[in-house]
């Protein structure tokens, strides 16, 4: 088995069939047994679709036309990043990955002679790449204009976090041990983590580990899931006996959350329109000792699932575009088309006019998203309003983002947290 043969061959699935990255890298590595190959193969992939228009400018300097065989490019991509971003001796690296191609002599040929020129011509290829908008901060230009319109003043920090690799940050569930008490052991197991001041859930890890080495985790003592989304079970402020909702659950963090942060109430319905998601869900809440109801079903069309009984709190996680996440998810630079904007405001507007019933009179409804984009926030929150005379904004005082026209947004890489919003909306 070669890793880099393995990894650009996910990559391939990535950049020509349009698969996730998190679903072809699960299926390669299924038959990858060593740990550190693992490792290697996921730092080629997710590095790769990180720097990837970056490298794609820099390899199409290096080609007298376009490389047809998605497969070869991949590999290509592959040397590439590991002469400029890893710490592989690039004779190494050169030699590698040529070998990892032999069984296509013309190709092995043009690798070798591709990465050895790059190594000649180093400096003056990334001084080239700098002055490209596309290259210096390897994102597609739709997205970097949608960005600089949205956030003119923040655009720049924003593209630069989404190329950095996130922190790993734990949720404490807090019905099983505290916050400090999990620190000491951390600091037992020499792993060094510090507490999130304004989430009183949330422990940041210096550096990320395997979740095999934190204390008590297959007993459900801790998550792992980033601070920004541990907000919103704050938000949603249930109170015990109320009867809750959860929309667009899965995988199910929020809705662990919840049950973790009110252990009264009575009863948490978590609903998704993905059955093998909601599957992880119930796998969650198992490994938490949670109970919750699960729901398969359309969450823009209720009348099917819903049994009648309104629901005191409610909680949107809207499908988005998932921009706020692209430190964790890099591919969706890759992936995500600036025409995939329209449609997801059309079903987010659509749940959301649709769950709004559900919600008892007095009742909280929580909308969020792990998006940057006004169009899927801000803008479709004061639209609602707008419709809705029977909807009034409750404002977010926090010392975390910033207040917008309705609700508030996280930008990437604010204390260390995904790009994030959210909007209170009570039913009067």
Sequence with gaps: MNTRLVAARVL?????DGQSLTAALDNALLSVESAKDRAFIQALCYGVCRQFHRL??????????????TDVKSLALVGLYQLNFMRVKSHAAVSETVFAIRKKPWAKSLINALLRTYLREQEELEHRADKIQIAALSHPDWLIKQIQQDWPEQALNILL????????VLRVNLIKTGREPYLQLLTAQDIAAEAVDFCP???KLNKPVSVDLL???ADGWVSVQDTAAQLAAGLLDVQ???RVLDVCAAPGGKTAHILESQAQLKELVAVDIDASRMQRVSEN???LGLQATLVVGDATNPQVWWDGKPFDRILLDAPCSALGVIRRHPDIKLLRRAEDIGS?????????????PLLAPGGLLVYATCSILKQENEQLVQSFLVEHSDAAELPIEAGWGISRICGRQIFTGESAMDGFYYARISKQ
């Design 201 to 203: 859930s949330a422990i």
């Design 240 to 242: 015990p006996g109320q």
């Design 12 to 16: 391939s699935r990535v950049l020509q």
């Design 161 to 168: 976090e989404n190329n950095l690799q996130p922190p790993m």
């Design 344 to 356: 997801l405001q059309i079903m987010q507007k659509a749940i959301l006019q649709a769950v709004w």
């Design 215 to 217: 204390p008590g985790f």
């Design 285 to 287: 809440c198992q490994r």
């Design 56 to 69: 794609d400018f820099i390899l199409s300097q290096l080609l007298d036309k376009p490389l047809k065989d």
